[in-house]
């Protein structure tokens, strides 16, 4: 990631490579923890990696023959 600590919801969107829908409705859901500051709400760069590491993961699928 970068220097900064917390980012935008449409600056966490962009860097997690999902849409800023997903973001809000997971910072609602309460599966993204975020912040807010006045009318701001921030997502911090260690709460955007534990929801991505909290998402499950694609398992292998093999072909059958």
Excluded: C, N, Q
Excluded at 9 to 38: M, N
Aim: charge should be positive; avoid cysteine.
């Amino acid at each position: 990631m970068t220097d900064r600590i917390a980012y935008s919801p449409d600056e966490a969107a962009h860097l997690a490579s999902v849409g800023r829908t997903l973001i809000f409705s997971e910072i609602k859901h309460g599966r993204l923890k975020a912040y807010k500051a006045g009318a701001r709400t921030l997502v911090t760069e260690d709460a955007l990696k534990a929801w991505i590491a909290s998402l499950p993961t694609r398992s292998t699928v093999t072909k059958a023959a």
